[in-house]
Nanobody
């Protein structure tokens, strides 16, 4: 019913920047919140940043001051601007949305397929 598609990943040198985008589509009634998670090999999937429809933001301590999350829920889109990237930021980045649908009626968490971010010289 709802699909999330990420884009913008790639290879970047340490200190560089990338901007991730995630677009939600389908039978969307309302987006309550969207966020970015990441998972490196052999680790758990962890929260990177999260933003609500009211604009409240939350960041992992490891990315505060370097990453910025923003959203345009009129376009069903969330962004993650990543600056001053470090090798330890290397991971697959997943988009997540807490979204309500009309048919069927309800709300649930939806995930994208992920986009690889590699920070290496």
């Amino acid at each position: 019913q709802v699909q999330l598609v990420e884009s913008g990943g790639g290879l970047v040198q340490p200190g560089g920047s990338l901007r991730l985008s995630c677009v939600a589509s389908g039978r969307i009634f309302r987006i309550y919140a969207m966020g970015w998670y990441r998972q490196a090999p052999g680790t758990e999937r962890d929260l990177v940043a999260h933003i609500t429809d009211g604009g409240m933001k939350k960041y992992a301590d490891s990315v505060k001051g370097r990453f910025t999350i923003s959203r345009d829920f009129t376009k069903n889109t969330v962004y993650l601007q990543m600056d001053s990237l470090k090798p330890e930021d290397t991971a697959v980045y997943y988009c997540e949305g807490h979204i309500a649908t009309l048919i069927p009626s309800g709300q649930d968490d939806y995930w994208g397929q992920g986009t690889q971010v590699t920070v290496s010289s």
